[in-house]
């Protein structure tokens, strides 16, 4: 169960664990006065199986005994130049 601040239409609850279904109803409370719950809306968790997206290349530079490594954490397109 979780109860949020007046004014919110969003909630988080977690952990979810792969292979469960969870079934979620809400209903709104207005100067203490509680209203229906809603439609119970059930979602199985599924796993992941779609790894994120590999970064491009690091970029390194050193500079005054300083070593810095950036990347932009996006998988280059394919053909695109490695610049």
């Known amino acids: 169960m979780a109860t949020t ?10 952990p979810l664990l792969v292979g469960q279904e969870y079934a ?10 509680k209203g229906v719950f809603s439609d119970e809306y059930a979602v199985l968790i599924e796993e992941d199986d779609s790894p994120p997206p590999v970064p491009t290349a690091p970029a390194l530079s050193a500079r005054l005994g300083v070593i810095h490594v950036g990347w932009d954490g996006a998988r280059r397109r394919p053909g695109a130049d490695a610049g």
Not at 24 to 33: E, P
């Open 24 to 33: 979620f109803k809400v209903r709104a409370t207005s100067q203490g006065v």
């Open 5 to 14: 601040e007046p004014g919110t239409t969003t909630a988080t609850y977690s």
